[in-house]
């Protein structure tokens, strides 16, 4: 069981939406992401593999957009 880095508490598998910052301009949220949330204190950790695919999606991602909203489902 995974520990919250902030409170302690445990972490809770769930889906949520998050904003990832590309620049100063480019704001992409991806949807329905698998991540880990304390049950306390709503700290979000996002595991290795998932984060790997979260950074093959954002590599594709039009830096000149200013916001793109993708599905995680995309990067499986």
Do not use: W
């Amino acid at each position: 069981m995974m520990k919250c880095h902030v409170c302690g508490e445990r972490m809770a598998p769930t889906i949520s939406d998050l904003p990832f910052r590309l620049g100063p301009t480019t704001i992409v949220v991806l949807k329905q992401l698998p991540v880990l949330e304390c049950v306390n204190c709503s700290e979000v950790s996002i595991e290795d593999p998932v984060m790997r695919k979260i950074d093959n999606l954002l590599e594709q991602t039009d830096d000149s957009t200013e916001l793109a909203v993708i599905p995680y489902a995309a990067a499986v």
